[in-house]
């Protein structure tokens, strides 16, 4: 490179100095229905986690959306829909360079979230159900339900490296 | 789908069976269903009493999947048996803690340290 081109750069460099692919200005948003099959739930995050991978978002990051939607879809799917398949779920999400936020929801007679027993209780350690909000709840920054709860907000900011 | 390969790669050292998961990820549901019933295989057909369960492949997992873990920790301790878990890489031990699922697993870093003294 030549000195012009070097001073180019360089000029470049300063007007963007974040220029890589992972920097948006607005987040990207998107909409998808799918039917009540796990399948098509895998479908969407996969979608979803590959975005934040091609973004760079650590592997702790990456991790826990793909644990928390893997989560979030079977329990929409299963005990949202109850597999009913002339019901659909709807997943709409924005993702930003350090913020994702992922909005499910199913067509089902919703829940009390606070009615999920506690899965870390001693009494309740050996049961095989209910850890999956649990687990949203951990690997998420924020999570919440809305509606009659059969809408799930699933937030995750970029964790700081 | 109905005539599902092994997703369990067994071997026999002694008396333990080391069943190490060929799956990166125990996700979705058919595919938990499958690798459960041949987790239950182990115990339920094969009568084995010393199983090791071996995650080194394993990079996801879901709560479904913690359900049949408990599951089968339970029929191996019906049947008087043992059951250790090892090679469980950091993020998948993070799922454990939290759930607080290492108080009821034997959990091992690696297999030779859940072949001690089995």
């Not at chain 1, 399948?39 to 760079?56: D, F, P, T």
């Not at chain 2, 990079?59 to 089968?72: P, V």
Request: proline share 5%.
């Amino acid at each position: 490179m030549g000195p012009i081109g070097l001073l180019l750069s360089r000029v470049l460099r300063s007007l963007f100095p974040k220029a890589h692919p992972g920097v948006m200005s607005s987040p990207e948003q998107f909409e998808v229905v799918i039917p009540s099959d796990t399948s098509a739930g895998q479908a969407v995050q996969e979608r979803i986690v590959s975005r934040l991978e091609e973004l760079e978002f650590s592997s702790r990051d990456v991790f826990g959306m793909r644990l928390a939607l893997e989560e979030a879809l079977v329990n929409a799917i299963k005990h949202g829909n109850r597999m009913d398949p002339d019901k659909t779920v709807r997943v709409e999400w924005a993702i930003s360079s350090d913020f994702v936020r992922v909005v499910i929801e199913d067509q089902g007679p919703g829940f009390q979230p606070d009615d999920v027993p506690d899965p870390t209780m001693e009494e309740n350690l050996e049961r095989p159900c209910g850890r999956g909000i649990m687990l949203m709840r951990a690997f998420m920054s924020h999570v919440e339900y809305q509606g009659r709860g059969n809408i799930l907000v699933l937030e995750k900011r970029r964790a700081s490296a | 789908m109905s005539n599902p390969q092994r997703r369990l790669d067994l071997e026999e050292i002694g008396n333990v069976s080391i069943a190490k998961f060929v799956d990166k990820k125990i996700l979705d549901e058919t595919n938990i269903q499958i690798i459960g019933n041949q987790l239950f295989g182990l115990v339920d057909e094969d009568e084995r009493k010393k199983i090791v369960l071996d995650f080194t492949n394993v990079e996801y997992l879901s709560s479904a999947a913690l359900g049949k873990l408990i599951t089968m920790d339970k029929k191996v301790k019906a049947a008087k048996g043992k059951l250790r878990l090892c090679c469980i890489r950091p993020e998948i031990y993070e799922v454990f803690e939290i759930t607080r699922l290492n108080k009821i697993f034997d959990i091992r870093g690696t297999q030779e340290q859940a072949l001690e003294g089995f």
